[in-house]
Nanobody, 125 residues
Framework: QVQLVESGGGLVQAGGSLRLSCAASGRTFSTYAMGWFRQPPGKEREFVAA????????WYRGSVKGRFTTSRDNAKNTVYLQMDSLKPEDTAVYYCAARTTNCYGCDDPTMYRYWGQGTQVTVSS
């Protein structure tokens, strides 16, 4: 069993930055691909970013490319989402998730086995 705990959300003005962290329990974290998803108000959950188990590949939603960066520290069992140049449309509950199978793109939420509880990100205009 893997538990994921997100932190770092909050209220920020447009153009600002936030860094989300997702801490994982369990010894096998380093073997999991990790993803970030978000659910904007009144909308369905959507893919944001993903990173391969060893950090050698990352993927991003088109609207966040060049603004968001995901990284991981397997020694700390933690994955990060650095969010810069935030826009009001980035407002959402952000979730991290772990999947136990290899992937390319890794944007299918149904393939993720473990999910965090989510953290709210609000960007004011």
């Amino acid at each position: 069993q893997v538990q994921l705990v997100e932190s770092g959300g909050g209220l920020v003005q447009a153009g600002g930055s936030l860094r989300l962290s997702c801490a994982a329990s369990g010894r096998t974290f380093s073997t999991y691909a990790m993803g970030w998803f978000r659910q904007p108000p009144g909308k369905e959950r959507e893919f944001v970013a993903a990173i391969r188990w060893n950090g050698t590949s990352t993927w991003y939603r088109g609207s966040v490319k060049g603004r968001f960066t995901t990284s991981r520290d397997n020694a700390k069992n933690t994955v990060y989402l650095q969010m810069d140049s935030l826009k009001p449309e980035d407002t959402a509950v952000y979730y991290c998730a772990a999947r136990t199978t290899n992937c390319y793109g890794c944007d299918d939420p149904t393939m993720y086995r473990y999910w965090g509880q989510g953290t709210q990100v609000t960007v004011s205009s």
